[in-house]
């Protein structure tokens, strides 16, 4: 039998959202660890609000739906705010009753910049790693340690030689109709012809974002205006144990990695780094024993042009072991970490300018797939 069309009316409802999110749902487990975390960030906030004035959003409320952005890939806070305006399971999760008006775009991004200050992401991303649940799931020993590439908010176009006027006035020939004689306006998109030019970090900067660097990963890739992301996991289940973002400098991945390593808790034996060729440098190796680190780092043997052998610094002492071996193999996973933050959360290319903000997002968004990853690793502990 066909069932109707009818779509009659109702004055009231009795449902609340709590009764519509599934007992099984992922998201039931996260907001179980979020909760808790935020319970011990809850002194910090006291600090870094007023006792007087008017209310502001709360910010565990903030951070909840900040982690929805990242757990669903929304690309503003307009469109977040559009989502929890319809979205039931979102306002079960952020908190939000039904009947309560949402947050304006403008409004909850001035709130959020407010937590730059506490550096709350750093202590919510070690709030989460430090409960019990998920300290047993994480190795204190065995880590791994990688850098990405996030693309900032800025244009190639943008990478002026330092002292340029910022004022000054567009290139020519900016697009427009090719069949009109018109001029085009002054504000379209200028066109640029770099040729033959030399263009470099020490003798241009950008005017949109003056923290971004032009860098690339690796010889044959586009050189791009971008920050450098750093990441040290931990070797068991592959968890984000730590997260910084630098300016993209040519050490700037065995600077971050000794600052990850010393900014951890470390138990009173040796522990061990995995990294990629990258980290073979000498300097770096040393830096490492002298912090009681065995470096499980790929052996960069590269064949000069002349035929000569580049020397490594990892040699038998460290390669003989079965658990360099191991951790060869298991680094590769923190590539999952990084492939997951660009076409998840969105990290591909930041849409926040200046290093403070797009530390933090990067920061948060590495608490963010800690938290995807925990509703399967715990529903499999014993």
């Not at 193999?329 to 999952?336: F, G, P, S």
Request: glycine fraction near 8%.
């Amino acid at each position: 039998m066909r069932g109707s069309d009818n779509q009659p009316g109702m004055m009231f409802s009795y449902i609340s959202c709590e009764a519509r999110v599934p007992a099984a749902h992922p998201l039931r487990t996260i907001r179980a660890v979020v909760d808790k975390a935020l319970d011990v960030l809850s002194p910090e906030f006291e600090r870094l609000y007023s006792r007087v004035g008017r209310p502001s959003i709360p910010p565990e409320k903030l951070l909840r739906a900040l982690l929805l952005q990242a757990f669903y890939g929304i690309r503003s806070e307009r469109q977040l705010m559009e989502q929890l305006d319809y979205n039931m399971l979102f306002r079960w999760f952020v908190g939000l009753p039904m009947d309560a008006a949402v947050w304006d775009a403008t409004t909850f991004s001035k709130n959020r910049d407010r937590l730059l200050d506490g550096d709350v992401a750093q202590r919510l991303l070690a709030a989460v790693t430090s409960q019990s649940r998920v300290a047993a799931l994480m190795s204190d020993e065995h880590f791994s340690v990688d850098g990405t590439l996030i693309q900032a908010w800025a244009s190639h176009k943008s990478f002026q030689p330092k002292g340029h006027d910022d004022d000054a006035a567009p290139p020519p020939g900016s697009g427009g109709d090719a069949q009109s004689a018109e001029p085009a306006p002054a504000a379209r998109n200028g066109e640029r012809d770099w040729r033959g030019q030399k263009r470099s970090n020490e003798t241009h900067r950008s005017l949109t974002d003056s923290d971004a660097r032009l860098a690339r990963k690796s010889n044959g890739q586009a050189s791009i205006l971008a920050y450098a992301g750093h990441i040290l996991m931990e070797n068991r289940n592959g968890l984000v144990s730590g997260a910084c973002l630098t300016r993209a400098t040519g050490t700037a991945e065995r600077d971050a990695a000794l600052a990850l390593v010393d900014g951890r808790t470390r138990p009173s034996g040796r522990i061990t780094l995995g990294a990629d060729k990258g980290y073979d440098v000498a300097g770096f190796i040393t830096a490492l024993r002298t912090r009681s680190v065995t470096p499980h780092i790929a052996a960069d043997r590269r064949v000069s042009k002349t035929g000569r052998i580049r020397h490594s610094e990892i040699d038998r002492r460290t390669t003989r072991w079965p658990g360099y071996e191991a951790s060869q193999r298991v680094r590769k996973r923190i590539e999952e970490v990084f492939g997951w933050m660009k076409a998840s959360a969105g990290l591909r290319q930041t849409k926040h300018r200046g290093i403070e903000r797009v530390g933090w997002t990067f920061t948060l968004a590495a608490t963010a797939y800690n938290l995807v990853r925990l509703p399967r690793l715990l529903a499999a502990m014993p």
